[in-house]
């Protein structure tokens, strides 16, 4: 991710074409607005004087200050569940529980963990979502069954109600959890 933020270039204004871009002198546009977002703040200039945080990532810019990316931020973690956690956790919920099985290695994995992530922020209060890593846990995934990664598993009241397998898109795990929340 690193890499990817570090090759991350934004136009100038001046590089950009005028006369597509410019609002005319007398337009409601030409004055400067602010948007804030609550839930993001992306990208910000921060001052090279100011002390900063180890976990940002940041690159130097020519102005005296530092983009930083603070989409950590609002990112959603879920939370992994163990051999130790998995019987509180998942069977004794009183919610639904969404259950993704997953490896480190796995590529689809990695594809299906920013979907997961949504999902658990936009259910959050009705349903509850944990990440099973395979190699951590092998009983579990063998317990259910799981011979390919990644599944996702829907729990209600204790017991396996559906079993959605590989990276699937988002609207397919929302037609699943739609049925038990």
Same mark, same amino acid.
């Given at each position: 991710? %690193?890499? +990817? ?9 001046? &590089? @950009?074409?005028?006369? /597509?871009?410019? !609002? ?50 609002? %990112?959603? +973690? ?9 019987? &509180? @956790?998942?069977?004794? /919920?009183?919610? !639904? ?71 699937? !898109? ?12």
């Amino acid at each position: 991710m %690193a890499g +990817v933020l570090e090759t991350l270039a934004v136009p100038r204004a001046s &590089s @950009l074409p005028s006369a /597509s871009l410019a !609002p005319s002198a007398g337009s409601a546009a030409s004055r400067r607005s602010v948007v804030l977002f609550s839930g993001f703040r992306g990208l910000k200039i921060q001052s090279t004087r100011s002390s900063t945080s180890p976990n940002f990532i940041s690159k130097p810019t020519g102005r005296g200050g530092r983009v930083v990316c603070e989409a950590q931020d609002t %990112a959603v +973690v879920v939370p992994a569940v163990t051999d130790a956690t998995w019987q &509180s @956790l998942v069977i004794g /919920s009183d919610l !639904p529980v969404l259950v993704e099985f997953w490896a480190p290695w796995c590529g689809p994995c990695r594809i299906i963990h920013p979907v997961i992530d949504k999902l658990a922020k936009d259910y959050t209060g009705k349903l509850k979502c944990y990440k099973v890593n395979t190699d951590d846990s092998p009983s579990i995934a063998t317990q259910y069954g799981i011979r390919s990664i990644p599944t996702v598993l829907i729990f209600k009241d204790g017991e396996k109600k559906d079993a959605v397998i590989g990276a699937v !898109p988002e609207s397919t795990l929302t037609t699943c959890i739609e049925r038990f929340v």
